[in-house]
């Protein structure tokens, strides 16, 4: 076992319980150490805890805060990679020095240090709505989402029938997502159970923390894609019976959406859901007028999309339904009661003409996430995302600050998926999975990033220019997965 010190600029977002169990530690660990060390210890929360940020919080009356250590150090366990601690690097180097660089058994753990202090180190993005079967037909030109899906998804995920494809496909995505940053994702298969079958074997390989199933399609699609109810879920059942929590993979009952599931497959997917406490459900709802108005056609005796939904039993709080732009105010109520969260992908919303998504609205009402939704989505970058999402919202006069926004695609996408007790902060004992990003990455950026004054503004200029080139190096559960410029 050797622990790693990594020194760098720090950033990450804490809930306000958070802040109190950090203040704790800290005055703690001050009182058995000197005069001193004291003023050192305590100065780390008082000084780098922005308490006058105003984030609209995924959780509904959760606040959230920025924490920001300029001269930071991150400890990380590579045995069980889990964070150790993390403060001023002043004070974790003395708190550990002891055994930098020693060999000796009686020291301690062997301790090795990563120089980054140029860098800024984030925890890792987390996506919440991604195929990845899609990624081989990513800039599909011309089409919106119902003649899209016919003429370029389907005939791409027929495909995936071919294990060898599915697994070769499944490597060059988790690979992609790593050189953006990405450590966690919520994921469509296809149809086909080796789909997901493939990906959790690459994801195992990995031991990146992924979420994915096979896809429910029983109607309004080609033949060769539809499996019927009785089998889709029982494909279903027996994915979830050999990977649901086993390492740090989840199942997702995933049927696509309304359109393409008999009544009957909706029935069963809702029953399965049911019978589970923490199986996720994964779909998509109100992302284009058309699509809205064929659901209306389809269930005709129901009040609306997402009424079809909550018949069905596919509601509650680890659901996650991509889109949701067309929704009436009933419908918003129905998903805070039922504490169903909504992804949202605004680079998928630009790409094929959907529409605008309306996130303070949104929040206001459920948890909302912020996803690539790849292949409709342009990138997997979630930086290159919040670029669009801050657009989107500026063509209906909303703001989408730079804080929010990498709050978003950290902690808030952990709480939204009920993963925050694990990833998305530093706090000591969660996972390791963190991204070392260069500030200065392309001349454009460094150019760019002379010029600003304060942190908020350089956060800005980040979101905004900021692309894959940007990932210096993606840690996995406290071992390296990527670095640039390495095969």
């Known amino acids: 076992m050797t622990l790693h010190i990594y020194q760098a600029q720090l950033l990450h977002y804490l809930t306000e319980d958070d802040v109190a169990k950090r203040s704790e530690t800290v005055s703690n660990t001050a009182a058995t150490q000197s005069e001193t060390a004291t003023v050192d210890k305590t100065s780390i929360d008082k000084n780098s805890v922005d308490k006058s940020a105003a984030l609209m919080p995924v959780i509904a009356g959760v606040n959230v805060y920025p924490e920001y250590i300029a001269d930071g ?20 180097l003395a708190e550990y020095a002891s055994n930098i660089n020693s060999d000796d058994k009686h020291s301690g753990e062997p301790v090795e240090i990563h120089d980054y202090q140029d860098k800024l180190i984030m925890p890792g993005f987390i996506d919440t709505h991604v195929h990845y079967p899609q990624i081989d037909m990513i800039a599909a030109y011309g089409e919106q989402l119902l003649d899209w899906l016919n003429n370029y998804t389907f005939v791409t995920e027929a495909n995936f029938a071919n294990p060898e494809v599915a697994h070769d496909t499944a490597q060059f995505f988790l690979k992609q997502l790593l050189a953006n940053g990405t450590t966690s994702a919520l994921v469509f298969s296809t149809s086909h159970p080796e789909s997901a079958e493939a990906f959790f074997t690459e994801s195992q390989r990995l031991n990146t923390r992924m979420i994915t199933g096979n896809v429910l399609m029983d109607q309004n699609a080609p033949a060769h894609l539809c499996v019927a109810a009785e089998q889709s879920i029982k494909d279903a059942q027996d994915l979830i019976d050999k990977w649901h929590g086993r390492g740090r993979q989840h199942f997702a009952i995933t049927p696509r959406f309304a359109i393409t599931s008999t009544p009957k497959q909706l029935k069963m997917a809702g029953e399965l859901y049911a019978s589970f406490d923490n199986v996720y459900l ?34 509650g709080r680890y659901s996650t339904l991509a889109h949701g732009i067309y929704l009436e105010t009933s419908e918003y109520e129905r998903l805070r009661a039922t504490g169903t969260q909504i992804a949202h992908c605004p680079t998928s919303n630009l790409f094929l003409g959907s529409g605008l998504f309306d996130l303070p609205k949104t929040l206001s009402y459920t948890g909302v996430s912020i996803a690539t939704d790849v292949g409709a989505g342009t990138s997997l970058s979630m930086l290159e995302t919040l670029n669009e999402a801050y657009k989107v919202q500026q063509l209906q006069n909303n703001q989408l600050s730079a804080h929010q926004g990498l709050y978003q695609i950290t902690l808030g996408n952990a709480q939204s998926l009920l993963l925050d007790d ?30 600003t004054k304060t942190l908020e503004e350089r956060l800005f200029v980040l979101m905004m220019l900021g692309v894959d080139r940007v990932v210096n190096e993606t840690v996995v559960a406290g071992l390296s997965r990527y670095r640039r410029g390495s095969s």
């Not at 659901?295 to 079809?308: E, M, T």
């Not at 998305?424 to 150019?447: C, I, Q, Y």
């Open 282 to 315: 994964q779909t998509h709802l109100a992302e284009n007028r058309d699509e809205v108005a064929l659901v209306r056609k389809l269930y005709p005796h129901h009040k609306g999309y997402l009424d079809v939904y909550e018949d069905m039993g596919l509601l």
């Open 422 to 451: 694990k990833i998305g902060s530093f706090m000591p004992n969660k996972e390791a999975d963190f991204v070392v990003l260069d500030m200065a990455a392309t001349p454009l950026l460094e150019r760019r990033m002379a010029q």
């Open 73 to 92: 150090a991150l400890v990380v366990d590579d045995t069980t990679g889990l964070m150790v601690d993390y403060g001023r690097s002043e004070t974790i």
